[in-house]
Structure formats: structure tokens, C-alpha cells
């Protein structure tokens, strides 16, 4: 039977965005929405997944889904490999976006700006963080490069595994976090009849000036 995807419609009923009662920083609201979206999403949807979208040299744009590890006035705070294609295209050029979807809260939230590397002692303090596991993986797996098979992945762990053995594993060179600083923020919440709610926060002169659009 073919999927009949373009019969499937959803009446988003839940809440209404109204910016005479919305913070005048968008970064409060991104915090009141995070926080409600990490106690109402349910397993399997991660609270504080979302899609990075970055450009690469020849302008063509690439998505992929990461988790958030942090947000404050200076950004939003993800980490990855340098040298991954997100971290080659964030090398020569910094500007990207994100989009969180809440589907739990009909809630979508759009950020926009430049990306640069997080200060290395915050990159060692979360990396030290992080499980064994998760550490060794960091230095085994040359993230986005093509391998042979399974079992080249598995013998990269088990090197890595051999070179640290009873010793602690410092977070590789290649390793470490971004933080995107914003100048634009979207937040859109689902209403009846596809007449939803959008305001959109935009920097200006080192304020955010907020404006209301259509759907
Ligand atoms: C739920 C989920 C969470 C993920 N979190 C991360 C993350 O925090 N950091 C990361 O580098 N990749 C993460 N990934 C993997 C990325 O989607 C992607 O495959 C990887 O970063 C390589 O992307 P690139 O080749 O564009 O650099 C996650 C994937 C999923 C589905």
C-alpha cells in the first residue's frame, strides 16, 4: 500500500504565542521552552535534539541532527569532531542555524548566527565528563571519514583501548565544542487551522527587536 503522506494533517490545539506576554530577551523564553519540553517530551524524542544546518565552501548547505549541551547569553553550546564535514564547513564559513521541534508542545524554535570553537578549558572540562566509552570513541573514530567496514571501526576502538590502557584519556586535539552566538531566533507554536503563532527575535544594535509573523 503507498504511504499517503499528504493525507496526514494535524490540528495543533495545545497553546497560542502572544508577545505582549512573551520575555523582551528571546534567550529567557528559549530557557521557558527548553524546560518544558524537557518535562513533557517523552522518550524516544531527546528534549535537546536538533538539526544544524551549515554551508560548505561551495555553498551548499548540510543538516544533520546533534544534541545541545548548553545555552546561556553567549550562545548555544554543542561538540563534535573539528575535523567532521560540519567541522570543515564551520571553518570556512561560521554562519549556521539550528531548529529544535517539541511535536509533544506543536513547538518549533529557529536560531541563526556565527559559530566559533568553545574556549579548550571548557571543551577538557565537558569532555572529562563524558563516560570512558564515549572518551575512547572521540579518539578512535575519524568521524565522517569512509571505512571499509564494521570491523575497521572496531579495530580502531580496540588500538585506542591499547594506547590508554590504565591511563586517563585527555580529549584529542580534534575534539571539542562550538557555540553558536545568535542574532535571530524564531519561536513558532502550532494553532487551529494552520493560523499559527511566530515571533521572531532579531539582534539589532545589541538589542533584540521582536516582531510578529504571518504563518
Ligand atoms: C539523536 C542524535 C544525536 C547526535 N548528537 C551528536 C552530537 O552531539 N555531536 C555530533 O558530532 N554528532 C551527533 N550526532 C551525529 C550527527 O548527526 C552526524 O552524523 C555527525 O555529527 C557527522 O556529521 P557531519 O558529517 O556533517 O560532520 C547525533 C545524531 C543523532 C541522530
Redesign the pocket.
Same mark, same amino acid.
Given at each position: 500500500m503507498p504511504l499517503s503522506l499528504a493525507k496526514m494533517r494535524r490540528q495543533y490545539t495545545l497553546d497560542g504565542l502572544d508577545e505582549t506576554r512573551t520575555p523582551d530577551d528571546p534567550m529567557v523564553l528559549f530557557g521557558l521552552w527548553m524546560e518544558q519540553a524537557r518535562d513533557t517530551e517523552s522518550p524516544p524524542v531527546?528534549a535537546n *535534539?536538533m538539526a544544524l544546518a551549515t554551508v560548505d565552501e561551495q555553498g551548499r548547505p548540510?543538516c544533520?541532527?546533534?544534541?545541545l549541551k548548553g545555552f546561556d547569553k553567549d550562545g548555544f553550546t554543542?561538540?563534535?569532531?573539528y575535523a567532521?564535514?560540519?567541522?570543515q564547513d564551520l571553518a570556512t564559513n561560521p554562519w549556521a542555524a539550528m531548529t529544535f521541534f517539541w511535536p509533544g508542545l506543536e513547538r518549533q524554535v529557529r536560531v541563526e548566527g556565527q559559530v566559533h570553537k568553545l574556549d579548550p578549558g571548557l571543551s577538557d572540562a565537558y569532555f572529562t565528563s563524558r563516560p570512558l566509552a564515549s572518551r575512547l570513541g572521540a579518539w578512535a573514530s575519524p568521524? *565522517?571519514r569512509v571505512l571499509d567496514d564494521r570491523a575497521a571501526l572496531e579495530a580502531l576502538l580496540a588500538q585506542t583501548e591499547r594506547r590508554f590502557i590504565n591511563q586517563p584519556v585527555p580529549r584529542p586535539e580534534h575534539w571539542g565544542g562550538y557555540c553558536l552566538r545568535p542574532e535571530r531566533l524564531e519561536f513558532w507554536q502550532g494553532r487551529a487551522d494552520r493560523l499559527h503563532d511566530r515571533l521572531d527575535y532579531r539582534l539589532q544594535d545589541g538589542t533584540w527587536q521582536r516582531s510578529r509573523l504571518a504563518p
Open positions: 531527546e *535534539s548540510h544533520r541532527v546533534l544534541l554543542f561538540f563534535g569532531n567532521s564535514d560540519k567541522g568521524q *565522517s
